[in-house]
């Protein structure tokens, strides 16, 4: 699985990603809108075990992608899609390097890509997510994409001290169709001899 943007790439998540996939996993501030707590290096390490264990199974229902950076390949944010049936995905566990080049284009275009590998390639009907209430950023840019903003799960995760509602937005496939569909030409009027608007321009003083 291979997807390349101007600004980010993904891919698969690899052992060789550990070094920095636990620099951000363990960062409480990366990680401060997940539901789960920052990972351990030991963490970091299972994780991208199972993650290369899901990748090789024929029957693959979930995907843990790497965010990488598309000159030199470093891994700068990850995010998990699980199917669901046959049409629908759950997208989660979005994360940011902090040290992401360009940030917040990084995370509108890896958004993109994780929707196309959802529409695209695995031929699904419906991507969703979740983001907390109090995640403004992420609310503007799942809207500033094109999502449709669906309801609200109440008291999804405790953290910081209290119980966070979660907000939860979701693309069809039409849409996303609609959205990639290259604007219609604009047909000019006639501005000729013969057209009426060309002659009244051509007697026009």
Known sequence: MHRRGRFVVLRELATADLDRAAEMWGDPGATRYLTADPMSRQGAAEALREAVRSAASPRRRTYHLAIAQPDDDTLVGSVAVNREGRSSAYVHSFVLHPQARNLSLAGAEAARLTAAFCFEE????????????????????????????????????????RWHNHLVFDWLAPQWAERRRPPAQRRLPPTDATSPRGTAARAMP
């Open 122 to 161: 695995l031929g699904l009907h419906r991507f969703w997510c979740m983001c907390r209430e109090d995640n403004t950023n992420a609310r503007r840019l799942y809207l500033g994409l094109g999502m449709q903003e669906q309801g609200l799960f109440r008291e999804v995760d405790f953290k910081e001290g």
